[in-house]
């Protein structure tokens, strides 16, 4: 992590309404939250019609009962989904039963408990597949997180298919698992990487990247939603450009599959990956959909059990995609576990979570704007223009470590500070790190209120000292 402005007092060790540094000491400011919890809230994860009148967030806040607690004598008040999501009861359960009822190995036994198991392993790829909408579920590929799964379309396809001269396509707001795998097979293989910059909205220039791709062009790699910016890309658009001098495409979709309709049919693109633990499933798993003809012309990523078709001293026989991919015992439990995942958020509609999202988005911009010496990146959110939930930001003459470390320890509020594992895009916006807030279906207005409030607290508090 960069280093801080000023190093922090251990608020731990202090009294719960003051803080001293040397001579000086400052009261607490303590006001009180309008946050409001539906409690009797229906336990399906299906919306009531008839309930349309209270928000989305207080109706599902008691299905994950990590938030109703208190940090640091506050109450809690999550704003770091776009790190990793919170998990529902439905999913704990899930993994829980597997471990406790059926636990067992996959693919490998006869026994009712293997049995079991592999029904349930392979019906998580069948959920998944209906989920972004894949034509078959062989079209699905389980690995440990999203790098991974893009690692694996690195190391596979990559080194297969790139050649001396061929160009790679990318935006200066990948995530660094969208730029480093293909920086390390470019290194191997002759191929260029170019980067696409930023328009003056501080989105990534689609104009440029249509100039740019060329028949020398044979991937173009990018996000769907940026996890810095929350400005969205075309990918339909980008798809279309790319094919036509037959260009393959590769999305990094986590930021987009746990917040909106996805359909990779519609998209059309040759390869999607995303990860489990931002849409309410567990860590350890992620997936990669890649197109079945492309699948079965790769060679397998990784050797060992599982993959195989034939083993012999001297050589070996590979399974059919995707067990061509998935060597060795997986992530069992993960897996079933993001497939009760698919279901409760399958169960709340994906048009109505990002819709909510898309309000309560637009609720956290326009507040923190709002307050002065802010300054947020990426697009202004407009009829036309809708962020992802979620802002990176910084105040003037502030670290965002700082802060994020007062919020939580005086306020209970968790935020992100750094670079979010883009740090090419922090240097061409001329920073090194950022603040970040983001939201999931469950966060409330008053979540985004606490959450300004407290910000104002803080910055008042380190501004006293200037």
Not at 5 to 30: D, T, Y
Not at 118 to 140: C, G, P
Request: aromatic share 8%; hydrophobic share 40%.
């Amino acid at each position: 992590m960069e280093g801080v402005a000023m190093k922090l007092p251990s608020f731990k060790s202090l009294a719960p309404n003051a803080i001293s540094i040397g001579r000086r000491s400052f009261a607490r400011v303590r006001r009180s939250s309008s946050l409001s919890i539906n409690s009797g809230a229906s336990s399906s994860a299906t919306i009531a019609a008839d309930s349309e009148s209270v928000s989305l967030g207080h109706r599902l806040r008691k299905d994950f009962r990590i938030l109703h607690q208190e940090v640091n004598g506050s109450k809690l008040v999550y704003l770091d989904s776009a790190a990793t999501s919170q998990k529902p009861a439905a999913v704990l359960e899930a993994l829980q039963n597997y471990y406790e009822f059926y636990n067992s190995n996959v693919h490998r036994g006869i026994h009712y408990l293997s049995a079991k198991a592999t029904d349930e392993f392979e019906l998580a790829r069948k959920k998944v597949a209906r989920f972004i909408n894949a034509s078959d579920s062989k079209e699905i590929v389980f690995t440990r997180n999203a790098t991974e799964a893009i690692n694996l379309v690195a190391y596979s396809w990559g080194l297969l298919n790139l050649k001396p001269g061929d160009e790679v396509i990318l935006t200066v707001a990948e995530h660094h698992s969208c730029i480093v795998p293909w920086q390390i097979v470019s290194q191997k293989t002759g191929a260029v990487l170019k980067f696409v910059t930023l328009n003056e909205d501080e989105t990534p220039d689609i104009d440029k990247m249509r100039e740019m791709i060329s028949p020398k062009t044979k991937l173009v790699a990018v996000h769907h939603v940026s996890n810095v910016l929350a400005s969205s890309l075309p990918i339909e658009e980008i798809v279309v450009w790319a094919h036509s001098v037959g260009a393959k495409v590769l999305v990094d979709a986590c930021q987009s599959v746990p917040h909106m309709v996805v359909d990779v049919q519609k998209l059309n693109a040759d390869f999607l990956v995303a990860s489990s633990h931002k849409m309410c499933g567990p860590t350890g798993i992620g997936f990669l959909y890649g197109k079945s003809d492309l699948l079965h012309a790769m060679p397998p990523f990784l050797g060992g059990g599982e993959m195989i078709s034939d083993v012999f001293l001297d050589h070996s026989t590979y399974a059919e995609p995707p067990s061509r991919f998935e060597a060795g015992t997986p992530a069992i439990g993960e897996a079933i576990a993001l497939g009760a995942a698919v279901d409760y958020l399958s169960g709340i509609g994906m048009t109505n979570i990002h819709e909510y999202e898309v309000e309560l988005g637009k609720y956290l911009y326009e507040k923190l704007s709002s307050l002065p010496d802010v300054r947020i990146y990426g697009p202004r959110p407009s009829e036309s223009v809708h962020r992802g939930a979620l802002c990176s930001f910084n105040v003037e003459g502030l670290h965002p470590t700082d802060l994020a470390t007062f919020l939580d320890q005086q306020h209970g509020v968790a935020i992100r500070s750094g670079h979010h594992c883009a740090q090419p895009l922090h240097r061409y916006l001329g920073v090194n790190a950022s603040a970040r807030a983001s939201l999931y279906f469950y966060n409330t207005k008053e979540d985004v209120d606490s959450f300004i409030v407290a910000l104002a607290d803080t910055v008042s508090f380190f501004n006293s000292f200037k």
